[in-house]
């Protein structure tokens, strides 16, 4: 990218380097111990039926309380956790964790929701290309769904194309266990890659995550509107459900409603949430937001 090239530009007696270095060495460092000390946190973003504010999923997003940092965010460290593999170990955690909340979720929501004929709230996770490359990875996916009891059809992960560039024969065989042990897989970032419509034909994608940055240029640009319709409209005809991205305003739900998208996230509904305040969420029973004007 732009931004690396940029970064290998930098002279070697830059004080800047060599602060990045050392800070680099550090964190790497305090990433251990975090990782054996389970100091991370997790915060639940919601996913919303657009058409009617229904809360359907949260989508699990990794924080890092440092001491003298304060929360540091994932753009921060998962790149570094990838590069030195920490990723595996971490990755680990953030699944067992995020599948265990999904199933104190089922506990406090279960009889309002089947009362009224909802299918019980899905958890999303983020799945590093390295991560999903360990041999160990199906099985700790397994170990997951087993240990909280969760059905494993409330499972989503939530893959960047980075992994399904990689057309070599364990990945396909791993989505296939995957997908017939019964979870969800989702591509996140959609258009920010090769973007690739293909992939939804070579492996089974059960959602498509379209990226902030089309959802940005809705209202802006005819181009940008048609590029979002069309790629909703084939991935409903593939059976393929959409999730719109960043969200922040009523005019890029309603354009999205508008269009057939049927969910969406964004701070326009809620910013991660703390796991305090996505359980309040639940118990409030209340749609999100109002609902988006009925479709034309
Ligand atoms: P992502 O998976 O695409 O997650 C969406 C990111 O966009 C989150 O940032 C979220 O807070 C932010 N976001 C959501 N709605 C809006 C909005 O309306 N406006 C804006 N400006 N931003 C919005 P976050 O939490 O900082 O995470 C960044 C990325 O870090 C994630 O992007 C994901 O790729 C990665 N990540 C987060 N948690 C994990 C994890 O547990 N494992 C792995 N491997 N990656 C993770
Ligand atoms: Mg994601
Ligand atoms: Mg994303
Ligand atoms: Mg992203």
């Known amino acids: 990218s732009a931004k690396a090239a940029g970064k290998r530009q930098w002279c070697h007696y830059q004080p800047a ?25 997790l915060y639940y973003q919601p996913i919303v039926d657009l058409a009617s504010g229904a809360l359907v999923a949260f989508e699990a997003l990794v924080r890092w309380p440092h ?6 965010l994932p753009d921060e460290f998962i790149a570094l956790a990838e590069e030195s593999g920490q990723i595996v170990p971490l990755g680990a955690w953030v699944l067992e964790r995020a599948a265990q909340e999904a199933a104190a979720w089922h506990r406090l929501s279960a009889e309002p929701r089947l009362a009224r004929g909802l299918p019980p709230l ?38 960047t194309e980075s992994v399904l560039m990689r057309r070599d024969e364990r990945v396909h065989t791993d989505m296939r266990t995957l997908s017939e042990l ?26 498509l995550k379209i990226d ?3 959802i940005d240029g809705l209202g802006l640009s005819q181009q940008q509107y048609a590029l979002v319709e069309g790629i909703t409209r084939i991935a409903d005809t593939l059976g393929v459900q959409v999730i719109a991205e ?29 796991p305090d305040q996505a359980r309040r969420l639940i118990t409030d029973h209340s749609p999100i937001t109002t609902p988006a004007p009925h479709r034309t």
């Not at 990875?137 to 059809?153: E, L």
């Not at 960043?246 to 269009?259: F, W």
């Open 17 to 41: 380097l060599q602060a990045g270095l050392v800070e680099r060495h550090e964190l790497n460092e305090n990433l251990d111990t975090a990782i054996a000390e389970s100091a991370f946190k």
């Open 182 to 207: 019964g979870v969800g897989i989702a591509i996140d970032d959609f258009g920010t890659g090769y973007s690739s419509l293909s992939y939804l034909r070579e492996f089974p994608i059960s959602i």
């Open 67 to 72: 001491d003298r940092r304060g929360m540091v």
């Open 246 to 274: 960043g969200i922040e305003n009523t005019e890029q739900r309603d354009l999205l409603a508008a269009m057939g998208c049927p969910l969406g996230q964004g701070y326009l509904f809620a910013h991660p949430l703390t």
């Open 122 to 159: 899905r958890v999303n996770v983020n799945v590093s290309a390295r991560q999903f490359r360990d041999a160990g990875f199906v099985d700790v996916v397994r170990g997951a769904v087993r240990t909280s009891g969760i059905t494993p059809d409330v499972l989503v992960l939530e893959l």
């Open 212 to 214: 902030k940055s089309f």
